[in-house]
């Protein structure tokens, strides 16, 4: 049995091709279908910046007043 080789890119570096469902490292073709439909694997799953956005977003949450 063989395996395939491993392989590691940074997420913010990864597109998914929106026509084939490919993940590959071009910002501008797809590595297995030469489509130029992407998307960028950061944006949805880097959740490191998601909250970063969250806690820098300018509001402030204090507890609540009960009477």
């Given at each position: ?33 030469a ?31 009960v009477?």
């Amino acid at each position: 049995m063989t395996y395939p080789k491993m392989q590691h890119m940074p997420l913010g570096n990864a597109y998914l091709c929106q026509d084939c469902s490919s993940i590959g490292n071009c910002a501008t073709q797809c590595p297995a279908c030469a489509s130029e439909v992407l998307m960028g694997l950061a944006g949805v799953l880097d959740r490191e910046s998601r909250a970063k956005e969250e806690t820098e977003s300018g509001y402030c949450y204090l507890t609540a007043m009960v009477a």
